[in-house]
């Protein structure tokens, strides 16, 4: 299989926050989303290199919506994703689990 | 606190992380997220104002990577219009693909540049040899040279004498150390074969002075310079190298110099190798004696590092007050003469050479211009023919920049392919000086094809398609350079334009002339000096060089004994006829010119006294080398050091001062000297080696009277040299062990090397002229080519109206035949000025050959001519309903 066809972690991470996310998928809700599940703190232009690469692969799409003034008058540019996005976000995870099935890695509890 | 959202510490995130987030990002993410940051930075300043601002600045500077990756991969985008193919290789492809559609204008072109980039890289690396040549002193700008100079005989870089050396070492203060050297020469023994090595005699303080660590065991020591101590030597890195393979453990060998032995205690760094030391193969202590009393002596080459504080010019001004002390103290050896110091960089580098040569890579480079604008003048020629082409695919959506890209990358797939074929032919162009030249010192043959010379060449290949693509590529592209021209009030900017393109071309014609006058001249010359007769056969006679050391053979018997066993043991060797000996090969070298007095000759009052080439040879030489002996005796065993002097003419010493064949049994004497020598035979003449047409005027005595250690054993073999070379060495060992075999070669070798400049030069000069005539060619094929273009419209409508196609065919010839006209015309004139610069060089013809000035412009305009005639047949077959359609 090619390489490339798999998703990097942070590129699921990102993809698996816009789909929670749903339609309020933008920038700042992506970060929190992220921080909020996972306590990581992304930078924001490596969230956005990474839909605008995944936006290459037409994994999801993106929109601009209309400016307000709490983000000094700047629009939103909000993320969905696309079936052939969702379709490689099952993929990977599947083969993840695959990979972890039937496997206990001592990690003294850590995670 | 205040809650006023306009207050201006409320009013946004901070400003410099916002203003440097926004310059790394492409301007399409720009609102997006300085959007969502500032969103952010809002939901947390209401609990807490710092701590937000540091959130902003952490999530700005964590971005940076991401962002300076978003806007490359945004840029490469906007190029290949959001492709994500890489649109460089695009375009390459696309180059190559109309390159090779039209495989003329892309092979021509190509080795327009080709040429052009290969002859300058060519002068450029032997440039590159001498101008950046490296000292072999580290931290050069404090080391000073100190010289003698002597004003009333114009001696301004002179050496100095050893005892000069000493008093100024312990008379100045500005130096923290100094050091002599001076070059010497000994015979190695013990290790292979004796031979003769040179090297430096130089003094205890080089190291220090020169900062020149040795790259293996130590340098010499204080008191090593004793001529008492016990004796050490240093290799130099090459002969380290060389002959001991860089081995670490040579330290503690023993060399047998000049029959005393030397204890290797360290290897000199390769650095040392500069200029005349690269000759070098040893080192030893210079050994001076304290009360030398001879200040005559010159011959120290002397340096000092400057003390701590000290400038040139302190030093510079101290060395001249000690030089004049010196000269006051020792009247009598140092009247006249002073010392003088200046920085090391002046004094070891040639100026004038440097000059010579930044002038020649100037000019030189002038020729990649040249070849820049007749390249042009074919691009302008190919953009009318591809207007269409250009056009549809601006129509497509291909916008202008990327356009001029694709026409630039075009421009510059030739020049890098003129580039790589252009090393090729300068690497070939130093390998043939290099052969042609047969060993000779020159520069070129310290030219090498390093990183800088390959950094040049590929610089020249980048900026040249600028210099010649850009304009052609703008102006297909549609933003027309002669808009821009008429915008500022030229509306004659065409018309002047080519006018200009045409003078160019002309001039081109004009240098090409010039040069094929000189390559013609010059070859004719080389020709006839090798069509005169020598006087006998050169091919298997072969020579073998022995200088014997007059320390070992001060005595005169000594040395006529060791060359009579050399003789025979040489002429034992299998494939060796009878040998002699002779001091100056014949044809190869001149013998030393004497001024003689004539018994009864009367001299004419204001002519100056004969002269004539004396050479000692043995009784048989003339008999080997094959000269007839038409009257009188060679020389006999009876003649030698006890009888009277004897010696044999050349018909032509016989017929200029002995007229009617009266020569044997007269007298002449050397200019001065007390001794009159009879005349005992009369030999065939031999060709002179200098350039006259005249065979040289040879007197032969022997060698039993006027022994010399330096002498040619010659023979005429039947082997292979490199059989016999072997046998050769061991036959003069047998006579004495410690006496090295110079060069042996065969006679026709030894003259070849004598003129073997003349054909480097040669060699140079037609490859210029060749060059020259290319150029020329191609710049009025390139001028006409884009004239037609240009009147593709006035073509096709003359045709149209019924014009023969000859007719049509003959317009433009001619227009380009003018302009080969004046540049011949131009040429000439330059030509005959140049044939008298080269006048003394030129042998056997006129300077103003006519074969040459004839031939030479026939020969240009033929070709010239043809190159004209591609694009005169290329108008009359256009079709001409097409080219009136096509506007």
Known sequence: MPRGEYLGEFEQMVMLAVARLGDGAYGMAILDEIHERTGAEAAVASVYAALDRLERRRYVTSSVGAPTPERGGRAKRYFAIEPAGAFALARSRNAIEALWEGLELPTDGAV | MNEDPLSPERAGPPRLPAWLLALSLPWQHREGQLGDLEEGFRRRRSAD???????????????????????????????SRGRSMDSLTQDIRFAVRSLLKSPAFAVVSTVTLALAIGVNTSIFSIVNAIVFAELPMSDSETVALVRGVNPELGIDQ???????????????????????????????TGLDQPERISGLAVSAGIAETWRMPPVLGRSFAEGEDRWDAEKVVMLTHGFWQDRFGGRADVLGETLTLDGQEYTVIGVS????EFASFSRAQVLTPLVIRRNEPNRAARYLFVSGRLAPGVTQAMAEEEVRRIGADLAAEYPEQNRGWGLWSAPVMES??????RKILLLLQLTVGMVILIACANVANMLLARATARG???AVRAALGAGRRRLVRQLLTESLMISLASAAIGLGIAVALNKTLIWISAGMEVAFIMAEMDGRVLGFTLAVSLVAPIVFGLVPALRASGLSASDALRDRGSTDGGRSGKRMRSVLVGAQVSLALALMVVASLLT??????????????????????????????????AVEQFFTLARERIGAVAGFGPTALVSALPGAEFGALRSLEIEGYEQAPDRAAPTVLMSTVTSGYFGVVGLELQRGRDFGPTDDASSFPVAVVSRRVADQYWPGDAAVGRRFRVAGAEEWYEVIGVVSDVRSGTDTETPAENVYVAHAQDTRSEMYVVSRVTTELALVAGQIREAVWSVDVNQPVGQIRTLERAQYETIASNYAVLTLCITFAAFALIMASVGIYGVMAYAVSQRRNEIGLRMALGAEAAAVRWMIVSQGAKILGGGIMVGLLAAFGLSRLVASLVAGISPTDPLTFVGVPLVLGTVALAANLIPARRATRMDPAATLRAD
């Open chain 2, 524 to 557: 004719r010359t080389v020709a006839y000096l090798d069509a005169r007769p020598l006087g006998f056969d050169p091919t298997d006679l072969l020579t073998i060089h022995i200088d014997l050391p007059e320390a070992e053979y001060e005595d005169e018997g």
């Open chain 2, 158 to 188: 002179g050496s100095v004498s050893p005892a000069d050396f000493l008093d100024l070492g312990e008379r100045q203060r500005s130096f923290e150390s100094m050091t002599a050297l001076t070059e010497a020469e000994w015979v190695l």
């Open chain 2, 49 to 79: 104002e710092r701590a937000a601002r540091r959130w902003y600045t952490r999530q700005v500077l964590r971005s940076m990577p991401a962002a300076l990756r978003l806007r490359l991969r945004t840029t490469t985008d906007d190029q």
């Open chain 2, 269 to 272: 760094p390769p650095q040392l």
């Open chain 2, 388 to 390: 269409r082409e250009i």
């Open chain 2, 348 to 353: 070891m580098i040639n100026e004038d050479g």
